[in-house]
């Protein structure tokens, strides 16, 4: 290896069970963060041993987080007995319910992953929370928590959840993370007209329809779905990401063909056969479509003039001469793909990541002119090793990675 990066996360993953997570972690993490506006201001608690601490910060809002600890029942009483909690992490704690609350209307973020949580009646106490945190509990329904109608934010992924009913009338829910779940039907989530984000990853769900009026749905999760076709999503007029890669039996994708304010786009591992419709999506600026192996003509996509990252990764036997059309693409990544001679794929000099990975290429010096390339990844390619050299000192901003 002539030249690697260690510090960076390859732009290339294969291995699902890495990206399952990652990519939900990041949202997660993002969301929690801005939570709450309460959390902005309250005074932090990571234990709760120091009453005469907390009793002089009796006049601001308390942020209580607790979590990866064992609690005891004095600590639980204490919590449950002050009266100006804003925020109550006790997520990976040995919690199994929650006491009486003397002020449970003071709190308005409750975190309550991955607890040995079952029965959730004890949560109807706290009517004003607009966060909560049920992922990784056993939780089994949702009508105990259909009277908490200022939520925004629930987050209910990798439990053994079936059914979304108790959801009905949170008209002002915007985030519902529900992946690894064993939710079939959307019914419930038919009114929600607020919902702005929706995970839905390895959840059985077999139709969209219930989505038809979502008009403000931005984000739309639905990795490794049993859907044979997008219909459903016609009306979805603000939707900007949508990821429907691994959906192993979805064809018809004819009904984003309106969507112009879509930016995000992946339905890679896709049995799609055809782009027609992803090129009328003028303002797609992020494309994936590795392994689709069923579409036999690509060069549609050079309507895509937005466009700046493409992964056509896996694609046999198919000219991709139509990305040399693409004067705004910044990144391209063609890994185990059929390439074209990079003189006559290749003609700008704009392109700042470019993985190659497995190509049958034979000359990478028409490379030696991007002078803003930042990452290449040349492994598993049959290169001479003087190329590779000419490269590196050609491009010394670039990280190369081959073997």
Request: overall charge neutral; charged content about 20%.
């Amino acid at each position: 290896m002539y030249k690697s990066t260690y510090g960076k996360l390859n732009k290339f993953l294969f291995n699902k069970q890495l990206s399952i997570y990652l990519s939900l972690f990041a949202w997660l993490f993002i969301e929690s963060v801005n939570a709450s506006n309460c959390e902005s201001i309250c005074y932090s608690v990571s234990h709760v041993g120091n009453y005469q601490t907390l009793s002089q910060e009796q006049n601001r809002p308390l942020c209580i987080n607790l979590s990866y600890q064992t609690i005891s029942q004095r600590e639980i009483n204490w919590i449950a007995n002050t009266r100006n909690i804003c925020s109550l992490n006790l997520s990976w704690t040995n919690i199994t319910e929650l006491v009486p609350f003397t002020s449970p209307k003071s709190i308005h973020a409750l975190y309550l992953s991955g607890t040995p949580l079952r029965y959730i009646q004890s949560i109807k106490q706290f009517s004003n929370i607009d966060t909560l945190y049920l992922d990784n509990t056993n939780i089994q329904s949702l009508q105990d928590i259909a009277k908490l109608t200022k939520l925004k934010i629930l987050t209910l992924y990798n439990t053994p959840l079936q059914s979304l009913n108790g959801l009905q009338e949170h008209q002002t829910l915007e985030s519902l993370f529900a992946s690894r779940t064993s939710i079939k039907d959307l019914s419930p989530l038919r009114n929600i007209h607020s919902l702005k984000q929706l995970h839905l990853r390895g959840a059985p769900v077999r139709s969209l329809i219930p989505l038809f009026g979502l008009k403000k749905l931005e984000k739309l999760n639905i990795q490794e779905s049993k859907l044979t076709s997008l219909i459903g999503l016609e009306n979805a007029e603000s939707l900007l990401e949508l990821n429907a890669r691994y959906s192993e039996h979805l064809e018809d994708i004819s009904a984003i063909q309106s969507l112009t304010s879509l930016e995000k786009l992946n339905l890679g591992e896709t049995p799609i056969k055809e782009v027609e419709t992803i090129s009328r999506l003028e303002h797609l600026k992020t494309l994936h479509l590795n392994w689709t192996i069923n579409v036999k003509d690509y060069s549609p996509l050079a309507q895509l003039t937005e466009l700046k990252e493409l992964e056509l990764s896996f694609i046999q036997d198919r000219s991709l001469d139509f990305i040399s059309s693409l004067n705004n693409l910044s990144s391209l990544y063609i890994s185990f793909s059929t390439v074209s001679p990079l003189d006559t794929l290749i003609n700008k000099t704009y392109l700042t990541h470019l993985s190659l990975r497995g190509t049958a290429i034979h000359n990478v010096l028409p490379l030696t002119s991007m002078q803003q390339l930042k990452w290449l990844d040349l492994r598993e390619t049959i290169l001479p090793p003087d190329q590779v050299q000419q490269l590196i000192y050609q491009l010394p901003q670039t990280d190369i990675l081959f073997e």
